[in-house]
């Protein structure tokens, strides 16, 4: 039998007292934590930087692998990763169009108008990582080179993963790529933090814990998730042709920013470990130090 509900009981104390259990305590956490940072927020900020400036360098990246083919076309990347069927296989690879087309962003000028709009989002993830692990925000001068090495990171990250997925391999391969890929995810996702947080000190750890939350989520769980929704939302826009595809990945991007925040939080609060808290990771966010 569990716990009885003390009806008395505040909410704030309820709250405490479930995250001192052990099974049940770091989810409560997590969740407290991401909405006292207003993960909400940050997650919709990121999936606009993610639409306007991932979205087209993935895009760009991938018709390159393919060496700006007329005969690949670019839908297929998304067809693969968020495993579409049927009409909607058809309606994404009409709607992108070939490689070929591409061809022509693959100057200095065109891949640099991109990267360039990787700042803002940068910026923003080294923000929220610092809230998300209750410490200061750095200065503007350290947002910036953290940000900028991150985001370079992140893309290495993208592309070798997506690198070793579209390998051409036997049946009998595909876990040894699969798990090759998730490695390559949790050493990033375990670096992100260090790199981020300036207070942090490179601990082993750290980056395992940090790298296994952020590997099985965003490379695991996401993947998983992506190839259930991602037909119900394309077919909620069915009709809409163009915007609605386009409106579909903006959907699915706004996911992928709110999960990345609780990522964020869910890394933090499992580093803490038992002594996890609003203070066991030092100063607040706003630079105050915790009672």
């Not at 891949?111 to 989002?121: D, N, R, T, Y």
């Not at 997506?162 to 391999?169: A, D, F, G, K, R």
């Not at 609605?244 to 890394?267: F, K």
């Amino acid at each position: 039998m569990g716990d009885a509900v003390d009806e008395t009981e505040a909410p704030a104390d309820r709250l405490a007292r479930l995250e001192g259990r052990a099974v049940i305590g770091p989810a409560v956490t997590t969740g407290r934590r991401f909405f006292a940072i207003e993960g909400l927020d940050l997650g919709g900020l990121i999936a606009v930087e993610l639409f306007t400036t991932v979205m087209p360098l993935l895009l760009i990246g991938y018709a390159w692998f393919k060496d700006f083919s007329p005969r690949a076309s670019i839908g297929e990347l998304f067809v693969r990763q968020l495993g579409a069927s049927g009409e909607d296989v058809i309606l994404i690879r009409r709607q992108f169009g070939s490689a070929a087309g591409l061809e022509q962003v693959w100057t200095v000028t065109g891949l640099a108008a991109f990267l360039v709009w990787g700042i803002p989002m940068s910026l923003t993830v080294v923000r929220m990582f610092a809230m998300a692990w209750n410490r200061a925000v750095p200065s503007i001068l350290q947002r910036l080179w953290r940000g900028a090495a991150w985001f370079v990171l992140y893309l290495v990250d993208v592309g070798v993963t997506e690198s070793i997925l579209l390998i051409p391999s036997p049946r009998a391969m595909v876990p040894v790529l699969v798990f090759a890929a998730m490695a390559v995810s949790l050493v990033f996702w375990g670096l992100t933090p260090i790199l981020l947080v300036p207070s942090l000190t490179f601990r082993w750890r750290t980056v395992l814990i940090a790298g296994t939350v952020g590997a099985v989520v965003n490379f695991l769980v996401l993947r998983i998730v992506a190839r259930v929704v991602f037909p119900m939302l394309l077919s909620g826009w069915d009709g809409f042709g163009p915007i609605g595809v386009a409106m579909t990945l903006m959907t699915w991007c706004g996911v992928l920013g709110t999960t990345w925040v609780v990522v964020a939080c869910a890394g933090s609060v499992f580093a803490e470990g038992p002594q996890r808290g609003a203070g066991s990771l030092g100063p607040r966010p706003d630079g105050s130090s915790p009672s």
